[in-house]
């Protein structure tokens, strides 16, 4: 029998929206990494460019906390990189008047959720306005109604609003929030979410029963083969299914 850690009960662990995302697709990828603490490399001839993506991504996100934080962005080597980052400068013009907080975590507790959420980029303007920024550094365009629908929109939404007297010593309406997501290889196409007191009400009602569902399941129970939909998209598929992931 495998000893584990069981992490729901440590007064440290805060859900984000990659755990309420991993529970959602797959209740045994949950147990695999957050119970059982088990990584797994993702392997197969789709993924040769996957972590070299991770990288770009991550470099990109590096370049664009220096930018914001007035620092300077270092050398950059890749043709590619150097032309998002083209982008961003003509995208993002720095205004002084405005408060620029770069790879901010927040955490906060209420009732039964433990939530963290870490912002690439929240701009506050000198008239209270609050706007979210998240950098996706992936080929494929996002549109407005899948990232409407992502956990993440949800819970990053959530929980600013629920931290901004905290946060920045005044009050906001819901409405003066906004969650925008950039992809530097569309320069033109910024995706604005809107808020309001109805989505807040809605989304505290689903993060608080998701949660509390998590924090009282059975993980030993669950069932893999429930999940298949999935597998071939995920990184444990080896593990699970003994297939690479270019073998479906
Ligand atoms: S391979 Fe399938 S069953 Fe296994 S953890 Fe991933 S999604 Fe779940």
């Not at 300077?72 to 590619?80: A, I, Q, S």
């Amino acid at each position: 029998m495998v000893k584990v850690l069981d992490i729901r009960k440590l007064e440290y662990f805060y859900y984000s929206q990659n755990s309420i995302n991993t529970f959602i697709k797959c209740l045994f990828k949950f147990r695999l990494k957050y119970l059982e603490n088990l990584s797994w490399k993702r392997e197969g001839s789709v993924e040769e460019n996957y972590y070299e993506n991770i990288k770009q991504g991550l470099d990109f996100h590096l370049i664009c906390e220096r930018y914001f934080a007035g620092i300077p962005l270092g050398k950059l080597n890749d043709d590619d990189l150097v032309k998002k980052v083209n982008s961003l400068k003509d995208t993002f013009k720095i205004d002084k008047k405005n408060d620029y907080l770069v790879e901010y975590e927040v955490k906060m507790t209420k009732g039964a959720m433990r939530l963290q959420a870490k912002y690439d980029l929240i701009i506050v303007t000198p008239d209270k306005k609050i706007q979210i920024w998240d950098w996706k550094t992936e080929n494929r365009k996002l549109s407005i109604e899948e990232m409407k629908k992502r956990i993440q929109t949800l819970v990053y939404m959530y929980v600013l609003s629920e931290n901004v007297e905290n946060m920045f010593g005044f009050e906001c309406k819901k409405e003066d929030i906004t969650m925008n997501f950039w992809q530097p290889q569309y320069e033109n196409s910024i995706i604005t979410i809107e808020y309001s007191k109805e989505a807040h009400i809605q989304n505290e009602k689903y993060l608080s029963k998701i949660i509390k569902n998590i924090n009282s399941y059975d993980f030993y129970s669950a069932n893999a083969k429930l999940y298949s939909s999935h597998c071939k998209f995920c990184e444990f598929n080896y593990l699970c299914n003994n297939q690479k992931i270019y073998e479906q």
